[in-house]
Each structure stands twice: as structure tokens, then as C-alpha cells.
């Protein structure tokens, strides 16, 4: 089992930024972060795989940034120019599988998740 438990969410003005974390029991072969929006479905936002390859979502290329530190099982998600279309609860996921970064935006991949932490931005 792997436990995941997100941090960092809050309320922010448009433009402004957040950094997300998720402390890991342990680390898995890949990591990523998916939202999801009232009355929308859960969307992934970025991924990482075992060779620290990344793969972002069109609508966050050039303002998020996922990393991990693997000293400490802490998965990241540095969310800079935030807009109100960011708004949204934010989760961590973990996969069971190595799956490379091309695949990690994929939700059913995931077999381990976190509670989420909620993202607000305001106009």
C-alpha cells in the first residue's frame, strides 16, 4: 500500500502562485497530479515517471512544473500565473506499474490516491 497526502492548496488572486506537495509513504514507479472542477470530470495535469520524465496538460505547459524530491517521497506541483480555470481540488496519484511519462496524464493508470487538496483563484 502507498499512502499519499496532499498539502500547500489555498485561495489566491489570478496571476498569483502556489506550490502543492505530496508526502509519500514510498515512491512508485510514476507519480502525477489530476483536478477535478465542480461538474467536470477529473482532468491530468502533469506526471512523472521513473526517469524523471514529465508530461503537462496543454492548458498548464509553461506555468506548472511537477518534481520530486526522492530523498524525502515528496512529490510537487509549482503552479505559477495561476488563472480561475485552475480552480479545482488537486490530487496526487501514484501507479503500481512503470509507465512512462507519455501515458501519466491517464487517471486509470493510477492505483493509489491521495484526498486532494482544493485550489481556489480568483478573478
Known amino acids: 500500500q502507498v499512502q499519499l497526502v496532499e498539502s500547500g492548496g489555498g485561495s489566491v488572486q489570478a496571476g498569483g502562485s502556489l506550490r502543492l506537495s505530496c508526502e509519500a509513504s514510498?515512491?512508485?514507479?510514476?507519480m502525477g497530479w489530476f483536478r477535478q472542477a465542480p461538474g467536470k470530470e477529473r482532468e491530468g495535469v502533469a506526471g512523472?515517471?521513473?526517469?524523471?520524465?514529465?508530461i503537462y496538460t496543454d492548458s498548464v505547459k509553461g506555468r506548472f512544473t511537477i518534481s520530486q524530491d526522492n530523498a524525502k517521497n515528496i512529490l510537487y506541483l509549482q503552479m505559477n500565473s495561476l488563472k480561475p480555470e485552475d480552480t479545482a481540488m488537486y490530487y496526487c496519484a501514484a501507479t503500481s506499474r512503470d509507465w512512462g511519462s507519455p501515458f501519466l496524464l491517464t487517471g486509470h493508470l493510477y492505483k493509489y490516491w491521495g484526498q486532494g487538496t482544493q485550489v481556489t483563484v480568483s478573478p
Open positions: 514510498r515512491f512508485t514507479y510514476s
Open positions: 512523472i515517471d521513473s526517469d524523471g520524465g514529465t
